[in-house]
């Protein structure tokens, strides 16, 4: 189940050349972060967005492809836009 809107969705082309070399979809990831699977992020972080789903902040989540790449999904707290990135891209 959907736990928040995406808005609209976007990618940095380093992320965009990620998934491409990994051979990836990054919908599935997306399905993840929606549905508050955060990924691969500490505890405390992980509390700070159910915090942050309950008080319409910012919510990251962080994956590791299939060839260990490290990708962030971050939505912002207006809930206007989703971005795909790379950790070195922030």
Same mark, same amino acid.
């Given at each position: 189940?959907?736990?928040?809107?995406?808005?609209?969705?976007?990618?940095? !082309?380093?992320?965009?050349?990620?998934?491409?070399? *990994?051979? =990836? &979809?990054?919908?599935?990831? #997306?399905?993840?972060?929606?549905?508050?699977?955060?990924?691969?992020?500490? !505890?405390?972080?992980?509390?700070?967005?159910?915090? *942050?789903? =309950? &008080?319409?902040?910012?919510? #990251?989540?962080?994956?590791?492809?299939?060839?260990?790449?490290?990708?962030?999904?971050?939505?912002?707290?207006?809930?206007?836009?989703?971005?795909? &990135?790379?950790?070195?891209?922030?």
């Amino acid at each position: 189940m959907k736990l928040f809107s995406p808005g609209s969705i976007v990618s940095t !082309p380093g992320a965009i050349e990620a998934f491409r070399e *990994a051979g =990836e &979809l990054p919908w599935t990831y #997306l399905i993840r972060h929606l549905t508050g699977d955060f990924g691969d992020l500490d !505890p405390e972080d992980v509390q700070e967005n159910v915090k *942050a789903l =309950e &008080l319409g902040l910012r919510i #990251l989540s962080a994956y590791h492809l299939r060839n260990g790449t490290r990708v962030w999904l971050i939505t912002e707290a207006d809930r206007r836009v989703t971005t795909f &990135l790379l950790p070195t891209e922030y």
